[in-house]
């Protein structure tokens, strides 16, 4: 196949950045997306120009690392799917293809495609956790959890931190990611000391840095590569606003 | 020359006594001893979180842009524990021999038993901390069966064992990250470890935004830096884990044991071609109900459906009766090998062998049929029946088959075909994980200890959290409790300059070569070196 790419580049944070048109050819249809920008960069390392940067570690749709807006989607054009995960044979022959970095407040551009996501983990550090010491665990199988309710906690467990969810929003907000791991945990047993400290710290701590407000738009589980369910928003307000009553 | 430091006594009591044994550090000599973590996997994010909170000053270091985005991220399967909840006669001692055996008698045993008894504590841990294992419909833990094992031991999360376990570390160690005892570098990758009086100290890192190198003191330096399957250049791990870590520390004086036990993974989606940057794997669990097979003739293409039953040749059913598909990973692996070497491999690469799902999906289906009595299904219904079976047990790999491969598994048979996976050898440590280089210890895969010559599934996750929730936070006392007098090494020591220099020279040097090839071009042929001659089935004359 032959196709068009129109990369975004941009040298730091501080510089502008600008779209820059490549033509590739010999893509094969079983390569996937990030060999195919594997294959460009190396042309472009040997023509001595600088290689496209991006942020990739797995490939294999579990480390959340690689993070690519294909044609005005979060991790391209499929339901369900990372950016490694995508494959030339969703494309066809003669397309041309718009490649940008996340784009968002709280994620600002480190170069070309690569953004800085430590605001997730701020996110997590001020209480996506449960207060256990190493050592201080009773046996596993003291306290039985109805298999419905794990199921449920695994589901939102699965969320691998990408960012997705909030390079679709159009505010902006991260309440797709904030409410997987609020309510991941709030269905468990261990997770109830600590409920309502926890979600209104992870609030508070979500807009300290300037994710935008969450407007049912909906995008963000469209886009979401692992599925996580709006229903976690409305568990995450819920919990938000006895939290804040019981505050008061 | 080496002392591996093993307590005296009963293999069964050896830990219990070195626990009540082993020097303390008081809290408030550990409020002044750092520690560095280089690596936020498994190994890496458990011990920073535990030390953390028994008082030390912890730094981590990983070069993705998070902790929780290590490669212990990618484990599908399952993790181990002697905890017997099946009554079907599991008990440490078990699970300690079939990991001896399971290695063919090559690990260290003091090490294997100390990680057999801690196993359980895992877990414990683990389900404390909010981890969402699989649960029967009574609420109590589930678990499954892995090759090598007679018991029902292994622990999972669908197949997300691997991201739910590191998961729950990144969540610990978060935990510490906020309340300001561990300070974390992400984006930063460790380029050499500073040796002062034969004393590890610090390491030399560079932050892989600016590019700038970085000098780090420490009392002590961990090493959790994963394995090294990537210098065979296609493996099943992720892009990034190098080998840097554990060969710099090599270069300094660390020694390396047993680095040809490379594990072989028989049930991986084979290569498609050049481009290709990396393998994925298929679970084990696949081979319970896949089973594998070759056209009986040679070079045949025919598409598989096209072969009829009684040409086609289950080489591991004729071959090993008793175990059929279910032989240890090393023999599946070569007997994959050597089909396809025979000429007999399928695909158009012809490099692959069939694990097909046809005929368990059928069985299924009549199962199902007779529980919702259905008298005379047709084929169909019985094969429609049999797929929502696999499908629930397998559909998340299922899709992966079909995103990586174009191909519905459900229709046609898999494609396979073994990949490297996993490094039993590592940087050699002693019974408290500590190199011969004093001070500087390696923890998790990055080590050579428990899993001698093969792992059997669900031991490397077993082995990584042991090392690091349940061992080093006692072990590193018998070093540190020496320590206590001697200062932090200032960073503008000489040592720590002219390991920068070198470092630095080193990069320079590189850079300057002005060559004409990418660091992948080298990267892909060496790895090729390395199959083709110290890949599976070599031969002494090679
Ligand atoms: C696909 C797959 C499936 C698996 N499934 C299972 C399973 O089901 N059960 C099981 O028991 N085991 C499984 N394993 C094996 C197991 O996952 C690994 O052995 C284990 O997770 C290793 O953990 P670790 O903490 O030692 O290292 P890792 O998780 O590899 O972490 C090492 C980290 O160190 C850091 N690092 C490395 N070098 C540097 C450097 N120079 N500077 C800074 N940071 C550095 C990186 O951040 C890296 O992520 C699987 C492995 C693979 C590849
Ligand atoms: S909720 Fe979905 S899109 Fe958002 S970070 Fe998690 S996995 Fe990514
Ligand atoms: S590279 Fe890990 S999810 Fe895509």
């Known amino acids: 196949m032959k196709l068009t790419l129109k990369i975004w580049r941009q040298e730091n944070s501080n510089a502008s950045g600008k779209f820059q048109t490549y033509q590739v050819s010999d893509v094969s249809p079983d390569m996937s997306f990030l060999e195919m920008i594997d294959v460009l960069n190396e042309k472009l390392i040997v023509k001595n120009e600088d290689p496209i940067a991006f942020d990739h570690d797995c490939r294999e749709g579990i480390c959340g690392m690689c993070s690519m807006v294909i044609n005005g989607r979060p991790h391209g054009p499929l339901k369900g799917v990372t950016t490694c995960q995508l494959h030339m044979r969703s494309f066809k022959e003669g397309d041309t293809i718009v490649i940008e970095p996340w784009r968002a407040n709280s994620f600002p551009v480190l170069k070309d495609l690569i953004v800085d996501r430590t605001a997730f983990d701020r996110v997590i550090a001020s209480g996506g956790y449960i207060s256990v010491n190493t050592g201080n665990a009773q046996d596993a199988n003291n306290i039985p959890i109805s298999k419905i309710d794990a199921d449920e906690a695994f589901g939102s467990a699965s969320c691998i931190g990408c960012g997705a969810c909030v390079a679709a929003c159009p505010n902006g907000s991260a309440m797709l990611f904030v409410s997987a791991k609020v309510n991941q945990l709030s269905k468990l047993p261990q997770g109830q000391p600590e409920r309502n400290v926890r979600v209104l710290d992870m609030v508070a701590q979500m807009d300290k840095e300037g994710f935008g407000f969450c407007s049912n738009t909906g995008a963000c589980e469209a886009d979401c590569p692992k599925e996580i369910s709006l229903t976690n928003i409305a568990a995450l307000n819920r919990d938000y606003l006895k939290a804040s009553l019981m505050d008061q | ?542």
């Open chain 2, 1 to 542: 020359m080496l002392d591996s430091k093993i307590p005296e006594g009963e293999l069964s009591q050896k830990w219990t006594k070195y626990k009540s044994s082993v020097p303390l550090v008081n809290p408030a000599n550990k409020r002044n001893l750092e520690v560095i973590v280089v690596g936020s996997g498994l190994a890496g994010s458990a011990a920073a979180a535990s030390l953390a909170e028994m008082g030390y000053k912890v730094k981590v270091f990983c070069f993705q842009d998070s902790p929780r985005r290590a490669h212990s991220i990618a484990a599908q399967g399952g993790i181990n524990a002697a905890k017997n909840y099946q009554n079907d006669g599991d008990s440490v001692y078990r699970l300690f021999y079939d990991t001896i055996k399971g290695g063919d008698y090559r690990a260290r045993e003091a090490n294997v038993h100390r990680l057999s008894e801690v196993s359980g504590n895992i877990i414990d841990q683990c389900v404390a901390q909010g981890v969402p294992f699989a649960r029967e419909y009574g609420g109590l833990l589930s678990n499954r069966s892995f090759g090598g094992t007679q018991v029902q031991r292994t622990f999972y999360a669908a197949g997300q064992t691997g991201q739910q376990l590191l998961l729950g570390a990144y969540s610990a160690l978060s935990r510490q990250i906020g309340m300001g005892a561990v300070k974390m570098y992400s984006r930063h990758e460790m380029l050499d470890v500073v040796v002062v009086d034969g004393k590890a100290k610090g390491i030399i890192a560079r932050d892989l935004v600016t590019g700038k190198l970085e000098r780090h003191s420490g009392h002590a330096v961990l090493l959790c830096s994963g394995g090294y399957g990537n210098v065979f250049y296609l493996s099943t791990n992720a892009m990034g884990s190098n080998v840097t870590a554990a060969w710099k520390a090599h270069k300094r004086g660390a020694l390396f044991a047993n680095p040809c036990f490379t594990q072989i993974h028989p049930t991986c989606i084979p290569v498609s071609g050049d481009h290709q940057s990396k393998l994925t794997l298929m679970s084990e669990s696949l081979r319970n109900d896949g089973r594998i097979w070759v056209p009986k003739l040679k070079n045949d293409n025919r598409k598989a459906n096209e072969i009829p039953e009684e040409e086609r040749d289950y080489y591991l059913e004729r071959r090993y009766p008793a175990f059929g598909n279910l032989v240890p990973r090393d023999v599946a692996s070569r007997a994959a090998k050597e089909r396809c070497d025979a000429g007999y491999g399928v695909g158009t690469s012809k490099m692959a062998v069939y694990l097909d799902f046809s005929f368990n999906m059928d069985r299924y289906g009549r199962i199902e049929a007779n529980k919702h009595g259905l008298n005379n299904p047709s084929p169909e219904e019985i094969r429609k029946m049999g797929k929502e079976v696999i499908a629930e047990k397998y559909g998340n790999l299922f899709d992966m088959y079909k995103q990586i491969t174009g191909e519905n598994p459900y229709e046609v048979p898999m494609r396979i075909y073994p990949a490297v996976h996993y490094t039993m050898g590592g940087l050699w440590v002693d019974y408290n994980l500590m190199t011969n280089v004093p001070g500087l210890y390696a923890l998790g895969e990055a080590n050579f200890s428990d899993h001698g010559a093969n792992r059997l599934g669900a031991s490397a996750l077993m082995q990584g959290l042991a090392d690091g929730y349940f061992i080093i936070p006692y072990t590193i006392g018998a070093y540190l409790s020496n320590e206590i007098r001697s200062a932090a090494i200032p960073t503008d020591h000489a040592e720590f300059v002219a390991c920068e220099d070198h470092v630095r020279n080193q990069l320079e040097r590189l850079k300057n070569v002005n060559g004409t090839k990418s660091v992948d071009h080298f990267h892909k042929s060496l790895g090729k070196i390395m199959w083709d001659k110290c890949g599976m089935g070599r031969k002494g004359e090679r």
